[in-house]
């Protein structure tokens, strides 16, 4: 960025990126990892089998989930069809926030179009229900689109999640934490623990479980 920017060395760069929203945004498309998939880990049954209990014990409020970071929706989405496939069909029986870093990212997520490369764990029935083709790939279902809750959001600005403290039942932050500083895992997990209603689930990736070690 330095060299495209025209500038002497990372301190200038620093200062430009710290005044300047658009070239923040032009790092993160530099520096972020969208690594990710529909249905990835084979977890999203578990998941929404533990919806209908949280549902059943709580049948006058909808199942909450948060999807951190979010990346090009495809988890948010998975966890979606997954409650569908549930019997959590009727609306206002469920409430999905995704929320991701990168505003190009989650555009991406909000226009819901897919390659291939997106169904690698994916069933062709499930790809078959709940998408169609279209010229630039897979197009998912416009009611599941509608159903997901898109935002652009930093998980170390924890002052943009306030009015969500004690919200969700579930909280998908995946392979994250293994890309931050010991001090910023502290500071996200801090953040996402504040954000679980009591009795709610944290996941995190298959790398992490060490991280949340001596957290109650």
């Not at 924890?158 to 004690?166: E, L």
């Given at each position: 960025?330095?060299?495209?920017?025209?500038?002497?060395?990372?301190?200038?760069?620093?200062?430009?990126?710290?005044?300047?929203?658009?070239?923040?945004?032009?790092?993160?498309?530099?520096?972020?990892?969208?690594?990710?998939?529909?249905?990835?880990?084979?977890?999203?049954?578990?998941?929404?089998?533990?919806?209908?209990?949280?549902?059943?014990?709580?049948?006058?409020?909808?199942?909450?989930?948060?999807?951190?970071?979010?990346?090009?929706?495809?988890?948010?989405?998975?966890?979606?069809?997954?409650?569908l496939d549930a019997g959590l069909?009727?609306?206002?029986?469920?409430?999905?926030?995704?929320?991701?870093?990168?505003?190009?990212?989650?555009?991406?997520?909000?226009?819901?179009?897919?390659?291939?490369?997106?169904?690698?764990?994916?069933?062709?029935?499930?790809?078959?229900?709940?998408?169609?083709?279209?010229?630039?790939?897979?197009?998912?279902?416009?009611?599941?689109?509608?159903?997901?809750?898109?935002?652009?959001?930093?998980?170390?600005?924890?002052?943009?999640?306030?009015?969500?403290?004690g919200s969700y039942d579930l909280?998908?932050?995946?392979?994250?934490?293994?890309?931050?500083?010991?001090?910023?895992?502290?500071?996200?997990?801090?953040?996402?623990?504040?954000?679980?209603?009591?009795?709610?689930?944290?996941?995190?990736?298959?790398?992490?479980?060490?991280?949340?070690?001596?957290?109650?």
């Amino acid at each position: 960025r330095c060299r495209v920017l025209g500038l002497p060395d990372s301190s200038a760069y620093a200062v430009r990126v710290g005044r300047d929203s658009a070239e923040f945004d032009a790092l993160l498309a530099k520096l972020v990892v969208s690594e990710t998939w529909f249905f990835r880990g084979g977890v999203f049954e578990a998941l929404a089998k533990r919806a209908t209990e949280v549902r059943a014990g709580h049948p006058d409020r909808p199942f909450r989930a948060l999807s951190v970071p979010c990346s090009t929706g495809e988890e948010p989405y998975s966890l979606a069809m997954a409650l569908l496939d549930a019997g959590l069909i009727a609306a206002g029986s469920w409430v999905i926030d995704a929320v991701d870093v990168s505003p190009a990212a989650v555009a991406v997520a909000k226009r819901g179009v897919y390659r291939d490369l997106s169904f690698r764990q994916t069933p062709p029935a499930v790809r078959t229900r709940f998408f169609r083709t279209g010229a630039d790939g897979w197009e998912l279902d416009p009611m599941i689109r509608g159903r997901v809750r898109f935002r652009v959001g930093n998980v170390l600005a924890p002052a943009a999640f306030a009015a969500d403290a004690g919200s969700y039942d579930l909280v998908l932050c995946r392979n994250l934490l293994i890309y931050l500083t010991p001090d910023g895992r502290r500071r996200v997990v801090d953040l996402l623990e504040t954000l679980l209603a009591p009795g709610g689930w944290l996941a995190v990736g298959h790398a992490e479980p060490s991280i949340l070690e001596g957290r109650r």
